[in-house]
């Protein structure tokens, strides 16, 4: 039967065309430095910007799943890249946008509801588990291309530190969900090469896997280490942890409108 979807089933969602356009305003207010409170501005483009990361994350296993041969994914609702019809909203969209508040953690959302009996062999199960954090890295390679192709000349400071914050978000989401942990996609990866007793066997583990890997992310030591890591794969892409700091700051509107000094060949270590 043919992986296909109907013009209606694949329609794209309002709701989404309305969060691609709240994150347009605020690149504007951004960048144009037009909003009385900028830490406001920011916040609006990271977590519009977030969201549609998360809706795009959850399209591309959703269309992956289709073309593997689950044909029930267009009534689902999942091609219409509309959070609402995500079989976890709360865990999708909600929880990720919390903790980045939180912590400023990209963590990874619930997956959409894929009929894994319809899809045939094991390449195409490890590919869609594999598409949705891709889609993060490739995210994260569009919003931190200014910095790795040395195109920041005019771009003003603020809207520099929003894009290398959202970058650190992006790059901790797809790491954290490349992990091999029951419940991560990294998971959903190698689980189809393994044997059928020890995919049993670790079955009961999948609903505390996200939760364990944010436990371990509270441990100090585990936690320098990982942005540790974070830091040198940004560095490599030009982007400083002068610009994720002060783009969490910034992202804190809360906390007040932060002293930001001027931009130097100094501040940023070159």
Not at 145 to 174: C, E, H, I, K, S
Not at 214 to 232: E, K, R
Request: charged residues 15%.
């Amino acid at each position: 039967m043919a992986s296909t979807a109907t013009r209606g089933e694949a329609r794209v969602s309002p709701v989404f065309l309305a969060l691609v356009a709240i994150m347009a305003v605020s690149i504007w207010a951004v960048w144009t430095d037009f909003s009385a409170s900028p830490g406001f501005a920011v916040f609006l483009f990271v977590v519009s910007g977030w969201i549609v990361s998360l809706c795009l994350h959850e399209y591309a296993h959703a269309r992956t799943a289709l073309h593997g041969g689950d044909i029930s994914i267009g009534a689902k609702g999942y091609l219409t890249l509309n959070p609402l019809k995500y079989t976890h909203a709360l865990l999708s969209i909600v929880l990720p946008v919390i903790f980045v508040i939180m912590g400023g953690i990209g963590l990874p959302g619930g997956a959409v509801f894929i009929e894994r009996h319809r899809i045939r062999g094991r390449w195409k199960h490890s590919l869609v588990s594999a598409a949705g954090p891709l889609t993060n890295v490739l995210f994260a390679a569009v919003v931190s291309a200014p910095f790795w192709l040395d195109a920041m000349d005019g771009v003003p400071d603020n809207f520099r530190y929003a894009l290398g914050f959202l970058a650190l978000l992006q790059l901790t989401a797809a790491i954290l969900n490349f992990l091999p942990v029951p419940g991560l996609d990294g998971y959903g990866v190698i689980e189809p090469w393994l044997s059928h007793k020890l995919r049993r066997q670790v079955e009961p583990f999948a609903p505390f896997g996200l939760i364990a890997v944010f436990g371990f992310l509270w441990i100090p030591g585990v936690n320098h280490a990982f942005f540790d890591m974070i830091d040198a794969i940004l560095r490599g892409l030009g982007v400083t942890e002068w610009d994720t700091y002060w783009g969490q700051e910034l992202f804190r509107f809360w906390q007040g409108t932060p002293d930001i000094p001027p931009l130097t060949s100094v501040d940023i270590g070159l």
